[in-house]
């Protein structure tokens, strides 16, 4: 699935780079990180397709996430989801970028890091992790929080830990429940679960083969992804022209990550789509419960 929301990134992609950036002087902060939000043509992109000025800023000051989903909004920007590994493990955070890679939420003075209400889930200890080439074993959050910083007083270093799978974390709330994550895949799919996006249609594939008309009048048509992936590259390399989004041809079948699938007629049918099984449930669960973050 990964190979396709590559394929959407630069369909997209393309075509806003013919966009001017007007908007930027239009609109506050706020303003576009609400348009982000609300946009129904959010769509999951891959960690390598992040601007690099953005993964500069989250390198810096969120140093000690890990990335749990990456979204652009082809109008407005980019959101991204990340989990807390260490001082508030297990918190949860939006950050916000515009189309340009600038962080969204400075010039108005407002609270960026927008965290959910309750922290997703804890750690059980005793906890052992890397910094660096320096293994520690830590037996609560206040010795884990304490190694954290000595470790960057001594180093000047901002790394995020890399635990020695298996770990267990445990869930707060009703459903609380100690679970063993073996893997950072796997506590990925812990910061979803809490989220309740675990079971989310978060994007869909082709039924192959499908065809494209591209920018130059050509027709491409693709067997599977990979196909699809490997000659939408290789057109875009040799592609000296205007660069604009490529054009579905339609009718075009699309299958769901549950198996469902769809016969869509028309740009505007493939958006509805995408709005009726793609579109995360931003719910903001809360139970009211907090430890006091270390971040104000």
């Known amino acids: 699935m990964k190979k396709i929301l590559l394929i959407f990134s630069l369909i997209f992609m393309v075509n806003s780079c013919d966009d001017n950036m007007s908007?930027?002087?239009?609109?506050?902060?706020?303003?576009?990180?609400?348009?982000?939000?609300?946009?129904?043509?959010?769509?999951?992109?891959?960690?390598?397709?992040?601007?690099?000025?953005?993964?500069?800023?989250?390198?810096?000051?969120?140093?000690?996430?890990?990335?749990?989903?990456?979204?652009?909004?082809?109008?407005?920007?980019?959101?991204?989801?990340?989990?807390?590994?260490?001082?508030?493990?297990?918190?949860?955070?939006?950050?916000?970028?515009?189309?340009?890679?600038?962080?969204?939420?400075?010039?108005?003075?407002?609270?960026?890091?927008?965290?959910?209400?309750?922290?997703?889930?804890?750690?059980?200890?005793?906890?052992?992790?890397?910094?660096?080439?320096?293994?520690?074993?830590?037996?609560?959050?206040?010795?884990?929080?304490?190694?954290?910083?000595?470790?960057?007083q001594e180093t000047g270093q901002k790394e995020k830990p890399a635990f020695a799978y298996p770990i267990q974390i445990e869930y707060r709330g009703d459903d609380a429940a100690i679970v063993t994550i073996n893997s950072v895949d796997e506590l990925k799919e812990a910061f979803q679960a809490c989220r309740g996006e675990q079971n989310d249609k978060k994007c869909f594939t082709f039924a192959f083969p499908v065809s494209f008309t591209m920018p130059d009048g050509s027709t491409l048509t693709a067997d599977d992804e990979?196909?699809?992936?490997?000659?939408?590259?290789?057109?875009?390399?040799?592609?000296?022209?205007?660069?604009?989004?490529?054009?579905v041809v339609f009718p075009v079948d699309l299958v769901f990550e549950d198996g469902s699938s769809v016969t869509v007629n028309s740009r505007e049918e493939m958006k509805q789509a995408w709005r009726d099984n793609c579109k995360r449930d931003g719910g903001n669960d809360s139970d009211g419960e907090s430890e006091g973050g270390t971040r104000g």
Do not use: W
Not at 86 to 93: E, F, K, R, S, Y
Not at 107 to 112: L, S
């Open 23 to 152: 908007y930027m002087d239009k609109m506050t902060d706020l303003q576009l990180i609400e348009a982000i939000q609300a946009d129904p043509n959010k769509f999951e992109i891959d960690e390598v397709d992040i601007p690099q000025s953005s993964k500069l800023v989250i390198g810096s000051e969120y140093f000690d996430y890990m990335m749990v989903k990456a979204e652009i909004s082809p109008d407005y920007g980019y959101q991204f989801s990340l989990g807390d590994m260490a001082l508030d493990a297990g918190d949860m955070t939006e950050i916000y970028f515009s189309k340009d890679g600038r962080k969204l939420g400075n010039r108005d003075g407002m609270d960026d890091r927008k965290r959910h209400a309750k922290r997703c889930f804890k750690y059980v200890f005793p906890l052992t992790f890397s910094l660096g080439e320096t293994s520690y074993t830590v037996n609560d959050y206040k010795e884990f929080r304490s190694t954290m910083k000595s470790h960057y």
């Open 226 to 247: 990979e196909d699809l992936e490997a000659k939408m590259k290789a057109f875009y390399e040799s592609y000296d022209g205007r660069k604009k989004r490529p054009e």
